[in-house]
Structures are given as C-alpha cells and as structure tokens.
C-alpha cells in the first residue's frame, strides 16, 4: 500500500481541518478537474466508459490525502479526504468493482455517476469528479460536515415542528431542482440526507435516482418505508415524480415523530402502505402540520400537492417566515 493508501491507520489527525472552511470555498478547483481516462477495458468499467469526459487534469488517489471514515455504503466506504495541490477538503466515496460486479450494480452505479455529475445545486450533494484504478471506482463529493440528518433526528428524538418545517423546505426545494431536470431520487430518507457545515441540507446518494424525460419508469427501488403505494402494487406499473412527493410525506410525518407512519413488519408495512393505513399524528401536532402531511400522503399520485406548492403550504409559510 502506497502512503496514500486507504489503510485504517490513517485518522483525522493527519487532515487539519483547521482552514477547511476557506477551502471549502476553493470548489472550482476541483470542478476543473476531470477523471482519467479508463487503464484497462474489464466488463466492469467499460459500462461506465461513456460517463467521462475529455480528461485534462488526470485524477489519481496520489492526489488525495486520505483521512477517517465518514461512513459505509453498499460497496465501500466513505472517506474524509484532502486534495494535495489545492488544499481542498473532501469526500471520496470508494467504491469496490468486485462487490459491484458481484451484485451485478454497474447499471446502479453508472446511474449514480451520470446522474449525480450532473447536478449543481446548494441543496444537492456536490459532485466533484470520479476517476478509478484496477480494483476500485473513486466518486469525489462535497464534504458534509453535520454527518447524516438520521443521526441528528436518533439524538434529540423528532423535531420541534419550525425546524421540521424548515428542512421539508429545503428539501422540496432540492426536489423542485431534481425535477426540472428530469431527475426522481426515489431513495429519500433520512441516512440519504446530509448537513453541511453551517447545518444546511444536502441531499445525497444517487444509486437509486433515474433521469426520466418521460417522467414514467417500470422499476422497484428504495427503502419499504419510504416507498409510495404505486411502487408497491405487484402489478408492474409505471409511476412519476410523484412518488417523491409522497416520500416527502413520509419524511414530514419521521420528522414530526421520530418514526416512519407506516413503520412495522415488513409484510405488514407493504400492507399498510398500500391501503394509507397511516398512525395518526399525536394530538400535539398541529393541524396545519396535520394537513400538510396528509396532501402528500395521498393514494392516487396525481392528487398528491406538486412540489412546486410546498412552499406556499401555510404550515410550511407560518414556520419559515423570517420574523418567526
Ligand atoms: P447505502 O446503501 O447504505 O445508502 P451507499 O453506498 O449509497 O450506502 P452513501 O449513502 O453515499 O453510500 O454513503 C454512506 C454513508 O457515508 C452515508 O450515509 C454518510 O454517513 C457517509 N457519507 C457519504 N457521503 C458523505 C459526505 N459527502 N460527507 C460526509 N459523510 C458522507
Ligand atoms: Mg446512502
């Protein structure tokens, strides 16, 4: 292993963070940079092959100093990383080609790049670049220094109903963008959903996003809880954007109470998803709040409130209102 190696005796230590929150303004720097062309032509990197633009800069792990562990995916960690040459704080997801080919996930994670490079928002995760060696596949991100939003909501329990609604905002605000460019996430859920440093949202994590200018797809994906009734049924139906907004819901109802509406057995979840089978909100809740979650949790996805409304819901209006 090389002394860039991603060896676990490597810690924090060796990244000062101190001065990361000016590097962390140098972004266009790494925007420039564009991954290396492909070494060698395996079955697992030639399906990602046409993902990649005209390299001018060469992207390698030398360039990176590599610190602790952020977290874990499917494929691989998540590692805090600095850029040598700019000074640059970062994230680089790793992702192992071997478990990728075993699971048979090219389609997923060639989905995630094409998808992921290009988006360009305050609300979305940066993406930075990607580039890969024999054995692995390297995405660079923005670094989300708050951690996950599941994490947060596990420490204080639920949300007060002003913080709820300020992060459904933000988050509907991220969808609005998605949408307009065509994009569903499909895999919303609070691990997917991180903070930036000034605890803004980020929404992250793209395996499971579909750009679809027809605004229909035919596949299953996503976490139970999350997942709206049209995804569910066991005939094979097409569905839209809509099955973010109600995941919105879902989201709304989490943030609320600190649970999933539909949380139980994984059977039982399917079933109660499908007939809207929802716990009722607690009687502290207020009615607004009430009413914003049951015009996202609606069976038929046409009639579920457009994103673009969200904003001017009157809970989302009386919590977000800068003299409140
Ligand atoms: P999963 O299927 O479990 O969602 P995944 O392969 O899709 O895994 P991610 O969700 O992208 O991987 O990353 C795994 C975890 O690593 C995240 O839940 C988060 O805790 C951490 N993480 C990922 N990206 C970042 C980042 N840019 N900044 C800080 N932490 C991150
Ligand atoms: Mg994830």
């Known amino acids: 292993m090389t002394s860039y190696g991603l060896s676990k005796t490597r810690t924090t230590a060796r990244i000062p963070l101190r001065g990361g929150?000016?590097?962390?303004?140098?972004?266009?720097v790494l925007n420039r940079i564009r991954p290396a062309p492909l070494a060698e032509k395996s079955?697992?990197?030639?399906?990602?092959?046409?993902v990649q633009s005209p390299p001018y800069t060469q992207l390698?792990?030398?360039?990176?100093?590599?610190?602790?562990?952020?977290?874990?995916?499917?494929?691989?960690?998540?590692?805090?990383?600095?850029?040598?040459?700019?000074g640059y704080i970062c994230a680089l997801k790793v992702l192992n080609k071997d478990e990728i080919a075993r699971e048979e996930a090219e389609k997923h994670v060639r989905r995630e790049i094409e998808v992921h490079s290009n988006l360009r928002h305050p609300g979305v995760l940066g993406f930075y670049g990607w580039f890969h060696d024999s054995r692995r596949i390297f995405l660079i991100l923005e670094y989300a220094a708050g951690g996950e939003l599941y994490r947060v909501l596990q420490s204080v329990g639920r949300f007060s109903e002003r913080r709820a609604a300020k992060y459904i905002a933000q988050v509907a605000l991220s969808l609005d963008y998605l949408h307009g460019k065509n994009v569903m996430h499909r895999d919303m859920k609070p691990e997917n959903i991180l903070l930036g440093l000034h605890g803004e949202l980020k929404l992250a994590d793209f395996g499971y996003s579909v750009h679809s200018p027809s605004n229909r797809r035919e596949t299953l994906c996503g976490t139970l809880d999350y997942l709206p009734p049209e995804m569910l049924q066991?005939?094979?139906?097409?569905?839209?954007?809509?099955?973010d907004q109600w995941t919105l819901g879902v989201l709304?109802?989490?943030?609320?109470?600190?649970?999933?509406?539909?949380?139980?057995?994984?059977?039982?979840?399917r079933t109660r998803i499908l007939k809207r089978d929802m716990k009722p909100l607690p009687s502290f809740?207020?009615?607004?709040?009430?009413?914003?979650v049951?015009?996202?949790?609606?069976?038929e996805p046409s009639k579920r409130l457009p994103i673009k409304d969200v904003l001017h819901h009157p809970w989302?209006?009386?919590?977000?209102?800068?003299?409140?």
């Open 234 to 243: 066991s005939r094979k139906e097409s569905y839209t954007r809509a099955v």
């Open 252 to 269: 709304t109802y989490e943030f609320l109470t600190g649970k999933a509406p539909f949380e139980d057995s994984l059977p039982m979840t």
């Open 294 to 299: 049951d015009t996202l949790l609606v069976l």
């Open 316 to 324: 989302i209006v009386k919590n977000t209102i800068l003299s409140n």
């Open 60 to 86: 390698h792990l030398g360039l990176f100093e590599i610190g602790k562990a952020l977290g874990k995916g499917k494929f691989g960690r998540v590692y805090l990383a600095r850029h040598w040459g700019s």
């Open 43 to 50: 079955s697992q990197t030639a399906t990602i092959s046409h």
């Open 285 to 292: 809740i207020s009615p607004e709040a009430k009413d914003f």
């Open 21 to 28: 929150v000016s590097q962390l303004h140098k972004q266009a």
